[in-house]
T-cell receptor
Framework: DTGVSQDPRHKITKRGQNVTFRCDPI?????LYWYRQTLGQGPEFLTY????????KSRLLSDRFSAERPKGSFSTLEIQRTEQGDSAMYLC???????????FGNGTRLTVT | GDSVTQMEGPVTLSEEAFLTINCTYT??????LFWYVQYPGEGLQLLLK?????DKGSNKGFEATYRKETTSFHLEKGSVQVSDSAVYFC?????????????FGTGTLLAVQP
């Protein structure tokens, strides 16, 4: 069990650029969640995958955001045409079953200049 | 919808002081309740949990009791240490839906001074 891995740890980009983050969940965890955390706030739910199926998307996830989990293993979160308001920590979490605890990665910190 | 409200910080205490961080929730059904901790530069870690009314979660000297009558899950520790300095998040998880997502409070920064 190597934990949930997120890459990169930090990303600085200019407004208008596209960025992509990657999350590698704990192996055999079929449930994967993306959250966003801004300074001074708690994590906010963005989207959820069960295996490769994206089963729920938050209203926070505008059409500039897209997430995939093509083979039910790693997941990517892409933000197109980044805005300064996208600056945040993006967290990934995974879990093995419906009622099991979630394991969080260390997050990707995005700064949009 | 479901939500969590926790006391605002920062909370500044001297070492060995008693800690209480208040947390109340609004939810339909019977959610599970959690406290997560985030140390500087690290990811969220589960600190403790309680799955039903009157359950007490405990870990590393921290305790919280699931109080359904007051919809609360206050975090307590009898004697804090400098190493407890971190941000603490109260969260709930309602198992009624297919997603079972965690819903977090805004977090409380705890600073313990030697």
């Amino acid at each position: 069990d190597t934990g949930v891995s997120q890459d990169p740890r930090h990303k600085i980009t200019k407004r208008g650029q596209n960025v992509t983050f990657r999350c590698d969940p704990i192996s055999e965890h079929n449930r994967l969640y993306w959250y966003r955390q801004t300074l001074g706030q708690g994590p906010e739910f963005l989207t959820y995958f069960q295996n490769e199926a994206q089963l729920e998307k938050s209203r926070l996830l505008s059409d500039r955001f897209s997430a995939e989990r093509p083979k039910g293993s790693f997941s990517t979160l892409e933000i197109q045409r980044t805005e300064q308001g996208d600056s945040a920590m993006y967290l990934c979490a995974s879990g093995p079953g419906l009622n099991s605890p979630l394991h969080f990665g260390n997050g990707t910190r995005l700064t949009v200049t | 919808g479901d939500s969590v409200t926790q006391m605002e910080g920062p909370v500044t205490l001297s070492e060995e002081a008693f800690l209480t961080i208040n947390c109340t929730y609004t939810a339909t059904g019977y959610p599970s309740l959690f406290w997560y901790v985030q140390y500087p530069g690290e990811g969220l870690q589960l600190l403790l949990k309680a799955t039903k009314a009157d359950d007490k979660g405990s870990n590393k000297g921290f305790e919280a009791t699931y109080r359904k009558e007051t919809t609360s899950f206050h975090l307590e520790k009898g004697s804090v240490q400098v190493s407890d300095s971190a941000v603490y998040f109260c969260a709930l998880r309602n198992y009624g839906g297919a997603t079972n997502k965690l819903i977090f409070g805004t977090g409380t920064l705890l600073a313990v001074q030697p």
